[in-house]
């Protein structure tokens, strides 16, 4: 089945404690990207992978790093975790030409 | 720079009635819009896009470029179609990005 899948779905932390969200996607997109959605703002994009190695900032990337080695993977790393980084974080991918979106199941993370 | 406005935070219909879920954009180029539905506990899915003109679940939108709008509209809703409704622009930046930006969202809520 087509799909993207995230890693965990839901993460209690505290302040400070370095963590990496998962995401894979196995149906070959080039396009990967990591959007924050929080109560009357909608979703943000965080960072976004044209391609294997290839990564860059969207609009909220404060307090975030991604990378990407391998094309079906994109995880999303918390170097030092803040409460205001309490959030619902969805992983999505796009195949080449479209900006159609394939989105994760999402993880709520909690940082206390 | 690039906007999608989503005027009503919460829209209450009865079931059977017609629903309309407004959209607007803001955007220079040539907007590719969407509509993403997020059903209670599940992750985004498209819902419709305007190039392909479709309808999906008795949903139809139309792009008018004029009032730069991309309302949804159904003509008799039912309970199941209570969700959280997204509008999204897709274009591209000058550094070659591919970004899509979301309204903050209307929540339908069908009463029986």
């Known amino acids: 089945e087509a799909q993207v899948t995230q890693n965990p779905r839901y993460l209690i932390t505290v302040t400070g404690k370095k963590l990496t969200v998962t995401c894979s996607q196995n149906m070959n997109h080039e396009y990967m990207s990591w959007y924050r959605q929080d109560p009357g703002l909608g979703l943000r994009q965080i960072y976004y992978s044209m391609n294997v190695e290839v990564t860059d900032k969207g609009d909220v990337p404060e307090g975030y790093k991604v990378s990407r080695k391998e094309k079906r993977n994109f995880p999303l790393i918390l170097e030092s975790p803040s409460p205001n980084q309490t959030s619902l974080y969805f992983c999505?991918?796009?195949?080449?030409?479209?900006?159609?979106?394939?989105f994760g199941p999402g993880t709520r993370l909690t940082v206390t | 720079a690039q906007r999608v406005t989503q005027p009503e935070k919460l829209l209450s219909v009865f079931k059977g009635a017609p629903v309309e879920l407004k959209c607007n954009y803001s955007?220079?180029?040539?907007?590719?819009l969407f509509w993403y539905v997020q059903y209670s506990r599940q992750r985004l899915q498209l819902l419709l896009r305007h190039i392909s003109r479709e309808s999906i679940k008795g949903f139809t939108a139309d792009l008018n470029k004029g009032e730069t709008s991309f309302h949804l509209k159904k003509p008799f809703a039912q309970e199941e179609d209570s969700a959280m409704y997204y509008c999204a622009l897709g274009f591209h930046m000058d550094t070659g990005r591919r970004a899509l930006t979301f309204g903050s969202g209307t929540r339908l809520q069908v009463q029986p």
């Open positions: 999505a991918s796009s195949p080449a030409g479209t900006h159609e979106q394939y």
């Open positions: 955007y220079s180029g040539s907007p590719e």
